[in-house]
């Protein structure tokens, strides 16, 4: 079986090489933030230092990331600050450093999120990037370890995948320094709009439900304002989510 590792748009100007500055940790003054998410595992902070030029821990143990780090590049004279997020299966989840990401997928209110989902085990990453497409109108699908699915014979139709999703999608093997030209471009279009991304969502929620969520989501809008995902927050109140619940007690996602 062959592999198809075609790049994810195919449409998309060419990369600028002369336009790529690796910032470091000079997050000053920024355009756009961009957050890294994905499973644990699956090469955020590989990616991460290939954008910024840091060294941010990489491997199983004990290079897992638990808090977040932050570092910047600038292109084509925009300057992005990237966030490098713990790995999580679920914004459901509920460990310490899980709730890091959470948090900030939900409320840091990142420019573009970039999902980074392992290429070999695509099917057990998408729990998490659906779930996230729920919550955000701007996200890129980095499709990593493009070199593991190969050597697993795996293929996988990207285009069919963007177009399913609804949102542009970049094979890459980060450790290898693949694709990640086509990655910056591509958030760079997404965050400039020249992409624009129509993310999956769920349809057909029950009338009843529906009416629910619509009237709480409201409410919650009236009393926190600064709350962009306040259709998501109302089904987990709606489910009795406690964590959700006592953020919204304390207020402390501000
Ligand atoms: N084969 C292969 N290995 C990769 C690739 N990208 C990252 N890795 C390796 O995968 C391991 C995990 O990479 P990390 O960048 O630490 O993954 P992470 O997503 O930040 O992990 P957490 O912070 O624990 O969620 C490291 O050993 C990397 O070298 C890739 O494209 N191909
Ligand atoms: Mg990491």
């Not at 004279?77 to 990237?82: I, Q, R, S, T």
């Not at 320094?177 to 624009?196: C, R, Y």
């Amino acid at each position: 079986m062959e592999v198809k590792a075609k790049s994810a748009c195919e449409t998309c100007s060419h990369f600028n090489a002369e336009g790529l500055k690796r910032l470091g940790v000079n997050t000053t003054e920024v355009d756009f933030v961009v957050a890294l998410a994905g499973n644990p595992n699956t090469g955020k902070s590989t990616v991460f230092n290939a954008l910024t030029g840091l060294r941010q821990h990489t491997g199983n143990w004990p290079g897992k990331t638990v808090t977040r780090a932050e570092g910047a590049f600038e292109y084509n004279k925009e300057k992005y600050k990237l966030v490098d997020l713990p790995g999580t299966y679920s914004l459901l989840s509920t460990s310490e450093d899980e709730e890091v990401a959470r948090n900030f997928i939900l409320f840091g209110k990142p420019d573009v999120t970039v999902i980074v989902v392992d290429a070999s085990r695509l099917e057990r990453n998408l729990n998490l990037v659906l779930q996230i497409l729920e919550i955000t109108d701007r996200a890129v699908l980095c499709l990593n370890l493009m070199d593991e699915a190969e050597r697993n014979h795996i293929e996988i139709d990207t285009r069919t995948l963007a177009r399913y999703l609804g949102i542009p999608v970049v094979p890459t093997s980060a450790r290898y320094d693949k694709g990640i030209p086509e990655l910056i471009q591509t958030i760079s279009e997404v965050a400039n709009g020249k992409i624009i991304c129509k993310p999956h969502r769920i349809k057909n929620i029950p009338k009843n439900i529906e009416n629910a969520v619509q009237k709480l989501s409201l409410e919650i809008k009236k009393e926190y304002p600064e709350i962009a995902n306040s259709r998501w927050i109302a089904f987990r109140l709606l489910e009795g989510d406690e964590h959700i619940i006592e953020l919204l007690r304390t207020g402390e996602f501000v």
